[in-house]
């Protein structure tokens, strides 16, 4: 059964079983060698460990009460030994990126968020509509560096028609008062 190390807060970690990195919830970004390696590598590339990152349908094991007078598994008074595992250097890791060589990543670019433009017709014209275009402009940058690209762009249209009916509202409003205190004045002038 293999052995393996992990990185965790800049330090080496282990050895673990596959069975304790599992109850470890670690990520396919975690740091991760076993013998045989030739460098430490993310833990997405080993394929030993791609059945932690794949979600199972299976059901949950039935626990029942325990038996008494079962034997139990051996002790051991010492672990195993096993050859040493290559020293992390934190300051330049040598793994390799997830990213094919010569396979640039197709990224579009990331539409406008309008979170300055939400803002001021936050401040200036409509309290309502302003915080909603807040609210789709804090989501288009969030969304884009999910991969969510079409999820980007939809709250970048979103922040600037909530943006455009609050600036419409608040002008709208703003004539409207004005009218109104043009025609209070000239009526009670009289």
Known sequence: ?????IIRNEQ???PYTL????SMAITPDTIVWTEGMADWAPAREVSELQTLFTPTSQTPPHYSAPTYGMPTAPHYSSAPQYDSAPQYHSSAPQYNSATPQGAPEQRP?????????SIAVTLLC??????????YSTQVSSRYLMGDYEGAEDSSRKARTWIIVSACLGFVFSIAYAVLLIATEAFTSY
Do not use: D
Not at 1 to 5: A, D, K, T
Not at 110 to 116: D, Q, R, S, T
Not at 126 to 135: F, M, Q, T
């Open 1 to 5: 059964m293999n052995q393996y190390y």
């Open 12 to 14: 080496q970690a282990g």
């Open 19 to 22: 069975e304790e990195l599992a």
């Open 109 to 117: 670019p990331m539409p406008p968020n309008y979170l300055a433009w």
């Open 126 to 135: 409509c309290l309502v509509g302003g915080i909603v275009a807040i609210v």
